[in-house]
């Protein structure tokens, strides 16, 4: 593996009158493992980092010119990612935003509740770079995490341990050899489709708890761990107090987890590195064709007054694992640009039709690309998905064919994409055309399908009891109704849970297909017990 060149940041600057430095041991470990290790608390223009070389705060600042020599690979910034009193970056926005798709891992660590309490709003606003966002309560304070069962002494400071934590498969490397870690005042996320999963509570133990008027929320495993791909490299958000020696001490696995989070994280990036280089690429032509149908050609069609929708979509797409085709982003200067576009719809594998209230009655090049694509469509069995309208408002389609097929709102973004990343993951073919044979369901398929046929049973039951209270005599007590609500929140988060689990499980297309389709149905026996829980409230 490339050695380690860290660039890590302290917590606080040495002016504070304060220990700057939260988290010794790791620092330590990291000066072991890396080639190089630059230690500082913010980056300055170099300039300025001249003008003060000799103020007795000068091991504060690390300039640009420093940051360049450097290249880092590595950027790990304890104590949060703000500290300058306003919405700047410890490492400038625009720095990290040219190093992370070259090739870097930026690891924001320490984003505990007092930390995101402090900031909040520049938390909520750097959340659409690192894919999440702290969630709020009724109030706009941010809500914490807490266990009474797994703890270091207070509920809010929980013991996780990596067998009860849901977490993506992907990232469980991190924790080989790691029995728990300790996180402080964690602070739950909501994550967008583009962010994995990399820490959490303890599945069954954790609980969600109001600051506001310190209510329990009931069960849920507070994820507080996040990891996005950008570009060639990483951004990742720890909302939970996890890095410094108050912490490491006690639990050594703290130290050992954020080492091999780091070291796993650049092993990742390498290897994209090798897989996309030119110079691997094979001339043997199955062998090409094979590499490019590992990722599927998703076509994007849309009208230029939605180019904006169409970009953030093509981004999100080439994050997931695919291969969008977008023609400002594809189309080669000089090419003929119209025959371009032909060939790349006839060579996708999915198309993505975007349809709004300005575009479809509009004439032009992209009237044309529907058409195709509806030719296209008579090509395929019923079964199979290939053309996908996509809503961005209130719109009907002019095309009477569209209407037959199934179409995804795409408005709220999120839950729209959402329900793309499960049509194109659920028919996504790689290499023959040919259907795969049936699979056998291995042992964590059928766990994972032991999962859901518990929360349809949980839910039943809860249908079944709700009903013969509220078609029975009498007044419903009010604490019958907050424990229903509780059990239905209980379930949301283990349906939500399993939603995002099933986009990282190693199963074939045929297994992932027959477990969407019941975790459909259990999404929709959650929606009707809603519904019937409401009718009396």
Request: charged share 25%; hydrophobic share 40%; aromatic share 8%.
């Amino acid at each position: 593996m490339t050695g380690l060149r860290v660039l890590y940041f302290q917590k606080r600057s040495n002016r504070s009158g304060r220990e700057s430095l939260s988290s010794r041991r790791l620092l330590g470990r990291f000066r072991e493992l890396a080639d190089e290790c630059v230690l500082g608390h913010v980056v300055v223009e170099s300039e300025l980092a001249h003008r003060y070389r000799n103020d007795p705060a000068a091991a504060d600042f690390v300039s640009r010119d420093l940051v360049a020599q450097l290249a880092p690979n590595v950027i790990f910034l304890e104590g949060g990612l703000f500290g300058l009193g306003d919405d700047s970056w410890r490492i400038p926005r625009a720095l990290a935003e040219s190093l992370v798709p070259g090739g870097a891992a930026l690891i924001v660590s320490d984003a505990d509740w007092n930390e995101v309490n402090q900031n909040r709003e520049h938390y909520v606003q750097a959340g659409s770079y690192f894919g999440v966002k702290p969630r709020l309560d009724s109030h706009g304070l941010p809500l914490i995490g807490m266990d009474t069962a797994s703890n270091a002494g207070g509920w809010k400071e929980i013991v996780c341990r990596p067998d009860k934590m849901i977490i993506s498969e992907w990232a469980r490397p991190a924790f080989d050899g790691v029995e728990q870690i300790a996180a402080g005042i964690p602070v739950p996320l909501y994550f967008e489709p583009s962010a994995e999963i990399i820490a959490s509570g303890n599945d069954g133990t954790t609980h969600l708890l109001d600051k506001s008027n310190d209510h329990d929320e009931g069960l849920d495993i507070c994820p507080f761990g996040s990891a996005r791909k950008v570009g060639g490299g990483y951004v990742v958000l720890i909302s939970a107090a996890v890095s410094g020696d108050v912490w490491s001490t006690r639990f050594p696995g703290n130290t050992t987890w954020l080492t091999q989070l780091t070291q796993f994280l650049v092993r990742e990036i390498e290897a994209d590195k090798q897989v996309t280089a030119p110079r691997l690429r094979s001339h043997n032509p199955k062998i090409s064709e094979a590499r490019a149908s590992a990722k599927p050609q998703v076509f994007i069609s849309y009208a230029r007054e939605d180019f904006e929708t169409a970009k953030r979509l093509y981004h999100d797409l080439r994050t997931e694992g695919f291969n969008p085709w977008l023609d400002k982003e594809n189309l080669i200067a000089g090419s003929d640009w119209k025959a371009s576009i032909h060939e790349a719809l006839k060579a996708s594998q999915f198309v993505l039709l975007l349809l709004s209230s300005r575009s479809v009655d509009k004439r032009g090049f992209v009237q044309r690309e529907v058409r195709l694509a509806l030719d296209m469509l008579e090509e395929f069995p019923p079964s199979k998905i290939f053309l996908i309208p996509v809503r961005l408002d209130e719109c009907e389609p002019s095309h009477r064919r569209l209407e037959d097929l199934h179409r995804v709102d795409l408005f709220p973004y999120e839950s729209g994409f959402r329900s793309i990343l499960r049509s194109l993951r659920s028919q996504a073919v790689v290499g023959s055309d040919e259907p795969a044979p049936p699979a056998a369901v291995s042992g964590s398929e059928s766990e994972f399908m032991s999962r859901i046929s518990r929360l349809n049973e949980d839910l039943q039951g809860l249908e079944s009891n709700a009903l013969r209270v509220i078609n029975g005599p009498g007044m419903i007590p009010g604490g019958m109704i907050s424990s229903w609500l509780n059990s239905l929140k209980q379930s949301e988060a283990t349906l939500a849970v399993l939603q995002k689990e099933l986009i990282f499980l190693s199963a074939s297309s045929e297994v992932k297909q027959l477990l969407l389709e019941r975790l459909s149905e259990a999404s929709d026996l959650l929606q009707r017990v809603k519904s019937e829980i409401d009718r009396p409230l």
